[in-house]
């Protein structure tokens, strides 16, 4: 018998996946599995809030969660910043790691690879809203900012993988 889906291997090192919730999978994560069937040994999802305020306090910059489970490897990060704060969340996370307060956060963040979901908008579809609207929806998709610049990621240590979505 033929085993459909060829078995997960654990790749060496850190992986940190920007996700905008801790409630769902990251799409890099997702597709990484189903296309490179790999996960690293070390997955951090890391979700990047905004206050309301213009800057957060150290101590209330970075909530951590082991998921559930204290040994297969995976994590959820949540940084906050202010919106007058620098967005460098290498720095902060190295910041975080000489604190050595959370073992979500003990690792270089300067060595770990940093995984963006990235979905391209396709307007092809007949129905839904009208077609000037889907245009400018994709036009504005395409040029907003790069996650990896606005965070201030090493770019050497950067992976983006995607999908599409079609309206």
Known sequence: MHNRFPPITRLQGVAVYLNPSRDTTPIALRVGVEQIHGIPEKVVI????????????EEERLHTD???????????????????????VPAELARRRRGGRTREAHFNPYHATYFLSHITIVADRPHGMPRWRKRLFVAMARNAASPADYFNLPPERVVTLGSQIHI
Do not use: C, K
Not at 46 to 57: D, F, G, M, R, Y
Not at 68 to 87: A, C, K, N, V, W
């Open 66 to 88: 082991g998921l559930g489970y204290d040994d297969d490897g995976y994590s959820h990060i949540t940084l906050r910043f202010g919106y007058q704060d620098r967005l460098d």
């Open 46 to 57: 890391l979700t990047i809030e905004t206050a309301n305020t213009p800057h957060v306090p």
